[in-house]
């Protein structure tokens, strides 16, 4: 039932495809008659085969990248940003394709314009289809209409998790039909549907859209004999292992020469684009502050000096990225004979100096860090380093804590501008934001980010 509603929700996609696809072309066209005073059609007033083959052409060239980028298949639980990525992807590809046409055909000397305004038009006009389609599907799904029917087989410690999500979300659609074990289970709520031997005989009275194999490490042993029974089913199932409870919700699968290989968790900023991308964004960013807070600084660094002895810079060993130690600067907020005392400072810490307390409560002492980020050593935005004695005790208390070491510290962080800093917060909880950060990462993260802790620090809502 659920693969008849999708190959009808594909067929409405493509029919909408087709006009989205011709209101985008008319509307490309307007733009440049109207404001270029452009008519990329002139050349082609003479051959009108090409006239009638060009729509034509590029709405099946629009449906092929659209099935290239996946868009027609079920989105129920995969998140809107991810559907309007693809529809950038396919809405590149149909862009690049044509505009190689356009090259081959001299009477489209003017079509990669035209091409380019149709670009934004049709993949804004895409976004916004799907937007309210992805809203009427899941008035739809609350009602009860288009369920998909979901059996489990087996019970391990995400099971409960699973189960609580499905409850709250009926937006997705998903009804439980019911359990299979190798006994029953009260607790779970759902209507247990036999043990393990007795599967195949339901499957031949019901097919469920789809099964969820979720074994103990009791059950293991039945692992192949169950994917045999769903795969002679022809049913669609996806496997959760008990100890995917103990790592990271998002799991990702690649491949070493052919091999699947899963990894707990995908860090975006391990690849070489993004790595470049985050360097760029940390130099431009550190050069600009440099130049825009050094009257800032000078100020600071006359009325620390005036107003108390010792060094105008504090420096001190962090641990960063990959576990290495670097050096970090800051201006001297506290009396110099407190320079050796490990434990976190306060708000209206009794250290402080008078000055010291002011440029905490601005940030303003934490400016130094700008040259460690110009340095290499730390990122304008990223999880804040630790000296090593908290680290040693912490990767103790926290199993997941060493993590935060997979990319570079920086200045604020995700964490931070959640009001989760100092020695009042759980660092568990700290920890879970900076994880969500490494995993989470982009460009426009980082901004977000920026941009939430000048309110912060406009606003002085604590010291570091």
């Not at 380019?116 to 937007?131: E, N, P, Q």
């Not at 103990?216 to 039945?222: A, F, L, M």
């Not at 292992?241 to 103990?246: D, K, L, R, V, Y």
């Amino acid at each position: 039932m659920i693969k008849q509603y999708q190959n009808s929700l594909n067929a409405v996609h493509i029919v909408m495809d087709v006009i989205i696809s011709g209101v985008s072309s008319v509307s490309a066209y307007c733009i440049l008659w109207l404001f270029f005073e452009t008519d990329v059609l002139s050349g082609l007033l003479y051959r009108q085969w090409l006239m009638v083959l060009l729509p034509v052409g590029i709405a099946v060239i629009q449906i092929l990248c659209n099935h290239a980028c996946d868009l027609y298949r079920s989105y129920r639980s995969t998140a809107f940003l991810q559907e309007v990525l693809n529809i950038l992807k396919a809405g590149i590809a149909e862009f690049v394709i044509l505009t190689i046409v356009s090259l081959i055909f001299s009477q489209l000397e003017r079509f990669p314009l035209a091409m380019l305004f149709y670009f934004f038009v049709d993949c804004f006009i895409a976004a916004v289809y799907r937007f309210f389609l992805r809203r009427i599907l899941r008035y739809m799904r609350k009602k009860g209409y288009n369920k998909k029917y979901l059996v489990l087989i087996g019970v391990n410690n995400c099971t409960e998790n699973i189960i609580e999500k499905i409850g709250v979300s009926p937006d997705l659609g998903y009804e439980i039909s019911g359990y299979f074990d190798i006994a029953p289970r009260s607790h779970l709520g759902l209507p247990y549907l036999g043990n393990f031997k007795q599967i195949s005989k339901y499957f031949k009275g019901f097919l469920p859209d789809e099964v969820l194999i979720m074994l103990s490490d009791k059950s293991q042993p039945y692992m192949e004999h169950l994917i045999a029974i769903c795969e002679r089913s022809g049913v669609k199932f996806s496997i959760i292992p008990n100890m995917f409870s103990n790592f990271s919700s998002r799991i990702y699968i690649s491949s070493f020469d052919g091999i699947p290989v899963m990894s707990m968790r995908q860090v975006p900023l391990d690849t070489t684009r993004n790595k470049i991308l985050k360097r760029t964004l940390d130099i431009v960013g550190s050069l600009l502050l440099i130049v825009l807070f050094s009257p800032v600084m000078l100020v600071t660094v006359i009325a620390i000096k005036t107003t108390s002895p010792g060094s105008v810079i504090f420096k001190q060993i962090r641990v960063g990225l990959g576990q290495r130690q670097f050096t970090m600067y800051k201006f001297r907020s506290m009396r110099i004979e407190t320079e050796f005392d490990l434990s976190s400072a306060e708000k209206n810490d009794p250290r402080c100096t008078p000055v010291g307390a002011f440029i905490r409560k601005y940030s303003i002492d934490e400016l130094p860090q700008l040259f460690n980020v110009l340095r290499g050593e730390m990122s304008l935005v990223g999880p804040r380093p630790e000296i090593p004695y908290y680290v040693k005790e912490y990767r103790k208390q926290v199993p997941l804590y060493m993590v935060k070491h997979y990319v570079k510290p920086g200045m604020t962080g995700w964490a931070q501008v959640n009001d989760l800093r100092g020695s009042d917060t759980s660092i568990d909880e700290r920890i879970k934001y900076d994880i969500y950060y490494i995993e989470h990462w982009s460009v426009w993260f980082d901004i977000k980010i920026l941009f939430r802790t000048l309110q912060q620090v406009l606003y002085s809502r604590s010291a570091r």
